[in-house]
Nanobody, 117 residues
Framework: QVQLVESGGGLVQPGGSLRLSCAAS????????MGWYRQAPGKQRELVTT???????NYLDSVKGRFTISRDNAKNTVYLQMNSLKPEDTAVYYC???????????WGQGTQVTVSS
């Protein structure tokens, strides 16, 4: 059974950094586009960033230059390095995968990121 398990969330002060991890089981990152979404209280879930099997990345405008997505195929893990965090980055962050062949989509359970002084 496919599982995406996020970790690394927490409380950080504005300007601080966090690295989120998404460990994937039963899927192969080489044939999945991986992404991170976030949902703040009272708001819709939004796409933060994606990385294709070929390594092409895409970012939400408000996180460009601050967030970096990466993947380690050997560890079947995707990372989200978040720097210069702002209070508006506070949200539950979700890992997502989409199989580029079957379009099967999976979600993690989410990890809370809170940016506050």
């Amino acid at each position: 059974q496919v599982q995406l398990v996020e970790s690394g969330g927490g409380l950080v002060q504005p300007g601080g950094s966090l690295r989120l991890s998404c460990a994937a089981s039963e899927i192969f990152l080489r044939i999945n586009t991986m992404g991170w979404y976030r949902q703040a209280p009272g708001k819709q879930r939004e796409l933060v960033t994606t990385i294709t099997p070929g390594g092409r990345t895409n970012y939400l405008d408000s996180v460009k230059g601050r967030f970096t997505i990466s993947r380690d195929n050997a560890k079947n893990t995707v990372y989200l390095q978040m720097n210069s965090l702002k209070p508006e980055d506070t949200a539950v962050y979700y890992c997502n995968s989409v199989n580029i062949i079957t379009q099967a989509e999976y979600w993690g359970q989410g990890t809370q990121v809170t940016v506050s002084s």
